[in-house]
C-alpha cells in the first residue's frame, strides 16, 4: 500500500540531504524518482533541490494553487514512478496536501514530503500542519541546538546578529539568517513572549 510520508525538522537539520540520498537509493535500483520542489519564483518547473553538503538534482516545482494531484497523473502517464518526493512541503497549502493524499490513495503512488513543521515565530506552517494530520507515517529528522539538546525551534536574524520577531512567516531572498534551538534557548533569545 503507498503512504503519504512526512519527515520534519527544523532548519539545517538536513532533511534535502535525506531526500537525495533517499530517491538515489531508488534510482540505483533502476526505479524512476519524481523530485518536486517549491516554487519560489516564475519559472514554473526550473527548481533544484540541493543540500548543504554539495549535492543537488533538478526538479520540478508546485506553485500557489497549482493541483498536484493533476501534476502527478500527468506525470505518471509517461512513464513509471517508483516514489513522489516534495521539499520545502512547509509552502504547501492545505488543498495541496489533500491532493498529495489523494494521489497516494487513487493514483498508488507512495509520497514523501520533507519539511519544516515551525517558523521563526513558533507556528505551524500551513503545509506542515496539514500533513501532521494527514500522513500515514510521521519522522523527525533531527538537528542539536548549541547546548546539545534536540533543536525543535527556530531563530530569524539579521546579518548583525539581531534577533526578529516580527515579519511574514516567509522571507524569500532576504538577507535573515536562521539559526536552530532548543525551546528553552529559542525563549531566552525571543524574549520569553507567547508568540502571536
Ligand atoms: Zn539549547
Not at 27 to 55: C, H, P, V, W
Not at 180 to 187: E, G
Amino acid at each position: 500500500m503507498a503512504k503519504l510520508y512526512f519527515q520534519y525538522s527544523t532548519m539545517n537539520a538536513g532533511k534535502s540531504t535525506l531526500l537525495l540520498q533517499a530517491s538515489h537509493n531508488y534510482r540505483e535500483r533502476g526505479m524512476d524518482t519524481y523530485l518536486i520542489t517549491a516554487q519560489f519564483d516564475n519559472r514554473a518547473g526550473k527548481g533544484r533541490i540541493a543540500s548543504r553538503i554539495g549535492i543537488g538534482e533538478p526538479a520540478d516545482t508546485f506553485g500557489i494553487g497549482e493541483d498536484l494531484y493533476s501534476k502527478i497523473q500527468a506525470r505518471l502517464e509517461k512513464s513509471a514512478i517508483a516514489c513522489i518526493f516534495i521539499d520545502e512541503a512547509q509552502f504547501l497549502t492545505k488543498d495541496q496536501v489533500w491532493q498529495l493524499a489523494r494521489a497516494v490513495d487513487d493514483l498508488g503512488v507512495p509520497v514523501m514530503a520533507y519539511g519544516l513543521r515551525v517558523d521563526f515565530q513558533g507556528n505551524l506552517f500551513p503545509g506542515s500542519a496539514a500533513l501532521l494530520a494527514l500522513a500515514d507515517e510521521m519522522r523527525e529528522v533531527r538537528t542539536i541546538c548549541h547546548c546539545g539538546k534536540k533543536a525543535t525551534m527556530v531563530i530569524r536574524t539579521t546579518d548583525d546578529g539581531t534577533v526578529l520577531t516580527s515579519g511574514a512567516q516567509v522571507e524569500i531572498g532576504g538577507n535573515e539568517r536562521y539559526v536552530s534551538l532548543c525551546r528553552r534557548h529559542w525563549r531566552e533569545k525571543t524574549g520569553d513572549q507567547t508568540p502571536d
